[in-house]
């Protein structure tokens, strides 16, 4: 999920993609964030939220 959230969040920066893209990524994102079975041990929930904030900017 770290991985995922910071891969993510250079796509966003990155000057050629668009915004209709990015309810896309929350959706599959907050697939994966809302899974009762994994417990998040590195950080990751700061991580998205780094990148939503990012969209967020945009």
């Known amino acids: 999920m770290a991985h995922v959230s ?3 969040d250079e ?3 990155n000057p050629k993609m ?3 893209a990015y309810v896309a990524m929350l959706h599959a ?4 964030y ?3 079975a994994y417990v ?3 950080d990751e929930e700061e991580r998205l939220l780094v990148l ?3 969209m ?3």
């Open 56 to 58: 967020l900017e945009k």
């Open 34 to 36: 809302l899974q009762p």
């Open 11 to 13: 796509l966003v920066k």
């Open 52 to 54: 939503i904030f990012a």
């Open 29 to 32: 994102l907050w697939f994966f």
């Open 40 to 42: 998040f041990i590195h």
């Open 18 to 20: 668009n915004g209709s």
């Open 6 to 8: 910071d891969a993510i």
